[in-house]
């Protein structure tokens, strides 16, 4: 079987194509990546000889259909995006480019050379937010679109693009909408490494707000356990949600962190809350746990330590990050917050 991961030179994409390697030897596995600046091929140095690698842009229709003609995918999973909530209030036209067209160009790909699923890795943040009055409230599949930043709203509309190919022109896709994810390789921007990272510099930890904010945790890991079994066992035309009932404010991660790596909570600077700031995620699992067997495997008193940990044994894979564009992007959202 040929599968194409689009977007796996990224966090969760190159976590996948690992999972992918050890699960199922005998995949073909082509990462298709523009590489932008969370793309990093040095993530997937180990395993190049093992997979075929394209640096290519999703939204190119040429560049697409050529890789579809050499490679003959049975399998696509579209993990391609421009993913960070903050980045999206600075420039929202780029998540639109990626996030709608690009499902839109690689879908019209699927249709004119076939394909056996078409998978899209959705978030949870296309359902907005909930309150934190209200901690009966969670997420489920049925649980109407509502979106509140530029990014969540380019994954609604995609999702949407998505489900709209399967009754138009009955591609057989699927869809799952993830929580917060963690775990080695994630992008040093994101909330858990750009805090183990400043950390360790003695930096400031900006957090915004109160830190009264809460995020659904799941180990990257299990993530890619859940989308392997969707592709294996789940029906076509179809979303499940993902996630592992681990609620947490960020306050209380950022303390977590102070605490595992031995640095004072005095570094917690509290700072302008991000505009349209979603209150708390949480999903309602129960569709994959009963339809598909999933449980998530990784506790978050262990994985948090397997991250911090893993930041400390690569440093160099994450400080070559923070001394590129990455510096020009911290000054612009947080020299003045
Ligand atoms: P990431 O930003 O770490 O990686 C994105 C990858 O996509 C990078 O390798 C980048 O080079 C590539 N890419 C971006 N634009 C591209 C384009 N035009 N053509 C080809 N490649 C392109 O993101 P991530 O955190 O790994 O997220 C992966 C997917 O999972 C995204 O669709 C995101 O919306 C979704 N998701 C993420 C989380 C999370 O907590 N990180 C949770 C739920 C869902
Ligand atoms: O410096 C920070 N300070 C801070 O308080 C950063 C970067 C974040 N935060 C807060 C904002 C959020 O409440 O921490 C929380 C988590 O922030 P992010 O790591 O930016 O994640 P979030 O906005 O929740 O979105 C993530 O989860 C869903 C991913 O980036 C998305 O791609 C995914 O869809």
New binding site residues.
Partial sequence: MTVIV??G?????SNFIFYLLKNHPDHKIVC?????Y??NLSTLSSVLDRIVFEK????DRKEVERIFEEQKPDVLVN??????VDRSIEDPELFLK?NII?TSVLMDACRKYGIKRFHQ???DEVYGDLPLDRPDLFFTEETPLHTSSPYSSS?AAADLLVMAYHRTYGLPVSISR????YGPYQ?PE?LIPLMIANALADKALPVYGEGLNVRDWLYVEDHCKAIDLILQKGRVGEVYNIGGHNEMRNIDIVKLICKELGKPESLITFVKDRQGHDMRYAIDPRKIHSELGWLPETRFEDGIKKTIKWYLDNKEWWQEIVSGEYQSYYERMYAKR
Avoid: M, P, R, Y
């Fill in positions: 689009t977007g030179a990224g966090f969760i994409g298709l990546d523009k590489l932008t969370a793309g290519a842009d999703i939204c993990f391609a995006a421009e993913s960070h990626t690009g890795v959705g978030t994954k993830c929580s917060n994810n992008f994101k």
